[in-house]
């Protein structure tokens, strides 16, 4: 009876990886030597994505959930025991597995806007505060002279199959373009990627253009743009005075440039006023001294990208830009419905726990949060359906509802019962994230 509970708790989940498989893999890191009696690899992992969404992270409430998921009692110091040093490695290539198979069954979602391009990934971080004692291993911004602790968690996400297929772990003040390598483990021909200004880097541009893949990005007020004919420097902010619009091919960087195509579009009054406030409270841009033309620029979208206009017109490619709010939404999620922010006590807190709690959440995210939502996609787009699901109504749905989604028989009837209490409002005033994908 206990083992059919236990299989039961876990058919979402060892649907993506197998209880099987999850064991090999903790004997192959030297998680598991024996045969374990009460705590096995995959109760440990299903034990925290119980507790998670509904109580701070502590080893007291992990214990007080495999307890309850095994009907045996279980020991905070039980499970203090088994996070060593080979606990890290096992969970890391549980999440790498997981993301891998995600990649290669997910099927691709249908989108007008990216209908030309093969996956479409978006590439963002987000930031979590630490104990203070941690600041040498996670070090982070500083807040009146004193230095915090941050870790970062980088992300790129496949926006047509709708799952996460990289995932890095580090710190607050590690530069964001020290990243852009992480793509390239999946990258491929006529595949598109989406980032902010964090990961601009010239180079990078001419890399993804040698995998004849696509990019799109914000452009840096301050790099140089020169004429593709003349190769002479252009002012932008001149131009822009005159024709108020500009898309075509430049040359941008004065060492080894490439050619990209520049789009700029005027921004509305509203916005172009905050942009200015913020640049000029922004203590960072006094020390720059941010010339006329800086704060001219300011009024418009500008981007890069080697995408051409018989695929893209301009406002295509403002459109395709939009769709970063995506992940933007997913952080929200985490942070608000999924309890990611670590909350250990800081006496307790040390660098294998942060992992611990971090590699976790996401295998919590990327095993169970995002396959329900393409298995819901599925059971809709099979019955016809019409509704788009909210990853905010869902990641709070399944917090409050966790314990019993694990032990629960996921039918169409069941998926369609949570698709109506997730999906999106209809609103008159503006689009929702799917509607505005199809338009």
Not at 134 to 139: D, G, I, K, T
Not at 336 to 357: G, I, M
Not at 393 to 411: C, D, P, Q, R
């Amino acid at each position: 009876m206990q083992k059919r509970l236990v299989h039961d708790k876990s058919n979402l989940f060892t649907s993506i990886i197998s209880s099987k498989k999850l064991s090999f893999m903790a004997r192959s890191v030297g998680f598991l030597k024996l045969k374990p009696k009460k705590i096995t690899a995959v109760n440990i992992i299903l034990s925290y994505m119980n507790f998670i969404s509904g109580a701070n992270f502590s080893f007291s409430n992990w214990s007080i959930s495999l307890s309850n998921l095994i009907n045996k009692k279980v020991s905070k110091q039980a499970i203090f025991k088994r996070i060593n040093k080979n606990f890290i490695p096992y969970i890391k290539a549980v999440l790498e597995e997981i993301l891998v198979k995600q990649l290669k069954n997910n099927s691709t979602r249908n989108c007008n806007l990216f209908k030309h391009f093969g996956n479409v990934y978006l590439q963002d971080a987000t930031h979590f505060s630490l104990a203070a004692h941690l600041v040498s291993l996670f070090p982070g911004n500083r807040t009146c002279g004193a230095q915090r602790a941050v870790a970062k968690i980088v992300t790129i996400f496949n926006l047509k199959k709708g799952c996460f297929t990289k995932f890095d772990l580090s710190y607050f003040t590690k530069p964001d373009s020290t990243f852009t390598d992480l793509i390239y483990g999946v990258l491929e021909k006529s595949d598109l990627i989406i980032r902010d200004l964090g990961y601009f880097m010239i180079s990078d541009f001419e890399k993804i253009k040698l995998h004849n893949a696509f990019f799109l990005s914000r452009m840096k007020l301050n790099v140089a743009v020169y004429d593709v004919k003349t190769n002479e420097q252009m002012n932008l902010a001149q131009i822009l005075k005159k024709k108020k619009r500009f898309d075509a091919n430049v040359l941008i960087s004065n060492k080894n440039p490439i050619k990209v195509r520049l789009v700029a579009l005027p921004l509305p009054k509203k916005a172009v006023q905050e942009r200015i406030r913020k640049a000029k409270a922004d203590r960072r841009n006094t020390r720059t001294n941010h010339s006329k033309e800086y704060y001219y620029l300011l009024g418009y979208s500008i981007f890069i990208t080697n995408v051409g206009q018989e695929i893209w017109e301009a406002n295509d490619i403002c459109d395709a830009y939009k769709t970063r709010w995506h992940i933007e939404i997913l952080f929200k999620s985490w942070k608000s419905n999924l309890k990611a922010q670590y909350t250990e006590p800081d006496r307790y807190a040390t660098e294998t726990s942060v992992k611990t709690h971090f590699f976790l959440l996401l295998i919590y995210v990327s095993a169970f949060i995002m396959p329900l939502l393409i298995m819901i996609e599925q059971m809709m787009h099979k019955n016809k359906l019409i509704m788009e699901i909210s990853i905010l109504k869902l990641t709070s749905y399944v917090a409050l509802n966790l314990n019993e989604l694990l032990g629960m028989n996921l039918s169409n009837k069941t998926l369609e019962t949570i698709a109506y209490q997730t999906k999106y409002d209809k609103r008159a005033d503006r689009k929702n994230f799917i509607e505005f994908m199809n338009q």
